[in-house]
């Protein structure tokens, strides 16, 4: 039977070693999909875009992900603190990246009201914004924007921390369980513990008797061994010879 260790748990119910590696291909497929957004510039393929200073930094932290998401899926495969390590390092990098990101873009949706009648617009054009300010929706921009930038930072400072913790637990090298709970219950304890059949019986068939060979070991294991200093025990004389032959 193999033993696992025991990291604790993940998204309440999660082992925590599963929940890492759920993260490690969380981290890739953001990867592919910053690689997309670096190709084709499409804002719908990025959490952010309506800052032009910071358009382009969570894409193009995110696109390491692609690398570094493969290697800790191996790390945590093979349990190498240096490898989830870099996991580690990356998904801090992530996390710092999304948050400037995100906070550069509240500043800027800030200006949406103003943005037509402001001479920025001229000397920095911005078409996201422009777009919103033509709708007249920028009060529900900024709503929408607020809620949608705290669940993917709350996301990814969720990954953030247990991915820190399996690195830290991973770095102590806990032992495994040593269960002896099985070898409790002798010979067949362990046949059903492996739900085997007795592999004594003919054909490795439950329900037929045992064959003649192993009855007599049955027998010779039932009967007790006589106690030293009987009567039993002493018919033997100094010449290995029998107590009842050497009588005249």
């Known amino acids: 039977m193999a033993f696992v260790r025991d990291h604790g748990t993940c998204c309440v119910f999660l082992p ?3 929940g890492i590696y759920l993260v490690s291909m969380a981290v890739f497929m953001d990867g592919v999909l910053c690689v997309v957004a670096t190709f084709t510039a499409d804002i719908r ?9 910071f358009y382009r930094l969570p894409t193009f932290v995110g696109v390491f992900g692609l690398f570094l998401g493969f290697i800790g899926l191996l790390g945590t495969h093979d349990d190498k603190p240096a490898w989830i ?5 990356f998904l801090f990098l992530k996390f710092l990246a999304l ?28 078409e996201q914004l422009t777009a ?6 920028c009060p529900w921009a900024r ?11 709350a996301f990814w400072a969720y990954c953030t ?3 820190y913790t399996y690195w830290k637990q991973v770095q102590c090298n806990p032992s495994y369980p040593i269960d002896f709970g099985h070898e409790r219950h002798g010979t067949s304890g362990r046949w059903d513990a492996f739900q085997v059949k007795d592999p004594r019986l003919p054909e490795n068939e439950e329900g037929q008797p045992l064959l003649p060979q192993h009855m007599m070991h049955e027998e010779e294991e039932a009967t007790p061994a006589p106690a030293y200093g009987t ?15 050497m009588e005249p």
């Open 45 to 53: 393929f990025q959490p952010n875009g309506y800052n032009e200073r």
């Open 99 to 126: 948050f400037i990101a995100c906070a550069a873009d509240y500043s800027t949706l800030f200006k949406c009201d103003s943005w037509l009648s402001s001479t920025e617009r001229l000397t920095h054009p911005n």
């Open 85 to 89: 390590q870099w996991l580690v390092y």
């Open 16 to 18: 925590l070693k599963l």
């Open 132 to 137: 919103l300010a033509e709708s007249g929706v």
């Open 161 to 163: 921390y247990h991915a």
């Open 143 to 153: 709503l929408a924007y607020t809620v949608g930038a705290a669940m993917l930072l």
């Open 231 to 245: 009567a039993e025990h002493n018919r033997y004389g100094p010449d290995a010879q029998e107590m009842a032959d």
